[in-house]
């Protein structure tokens, strides 16, 4: 009965690492596609978010009710803040649709984006799946982590008797 159990315990392990290889095996993706149009050259008015006042560009802010830029995706990608890669991918379009709406068609900006979209959209192998694991919003929070930390702080407790009792009898 004892093999059964751990056999049982293993096979949950493998679909948990499988679950676990997916999402970084997609994360390791994204950000590598990332990384890449980020250091193409063209990609510099794309980095930061428009400093539309420094650009004397007040109407910005009436026009693109969603500022978004290639380093905020990057920040909120390493911070797991995407669950799933469909979010990834919608940020970083809303970047080109945002110059696209903002400049005229036929300006050097318009056409950067349009290419940049272009290149990103081939370049990435993965359009769906997971960004972090599944249950985990901004750290761990799901029903069997609390379950984990309950047996932790009784692990701790009986320790500290443990503790306790063998320094009473040295």
């Keep these: 009965m004892h093999d059964t159990h751990m056999h049982m315990r293993m096979s949950t392990e493998k679909k948990k690492q499988k679950v676990l290889a997916d999402w970084e095996n997609n994360l390791q993706l994204c950000s590598k596609v990332l990384k890449l149009t980020m250091k193409n ?16 560009l007040p109407t910005y802010p009436k026009l693109i009710k969603n500022p978004m830029d290639l380093g905020t995706v990057q920040q909120k990608l390493e911070s797991m803040r995407y669950s799933k890669v469909e979010e990834f991918v919608a ?14 068609e036929g300006s050097d900006i ?6 940049l979209e272009e ?17 985990i919003r901004s750290g761990p929070s799901s029903s069997g982590d609390s379950l984990t930390g309950d047996f932790l702080a009784q692990c701790k407790m009986a320790m500290r008797e443990l503790r306790k009792h063998k320094d009473a009898a040295a």
């Design 119 to 135: 290149e990103f959209t081939s370049r990435l192998e993965v359009n769906t799946g997971p960004l972090r694991e599944p249950g």
């Design 41 to 56: 050259p063209a990609a510099g008015a794309f980095l930061v978010p428009v400093d539309w006042k420094t650009l004397k």
């Design 110 to 115: 318009f056409e950067v984006a349009s290419l």
């Design 91 to 104: 940020e970083v379009g809303l970047v080109w649709k945002n110059a696209q709406l903002f400049n005229l």
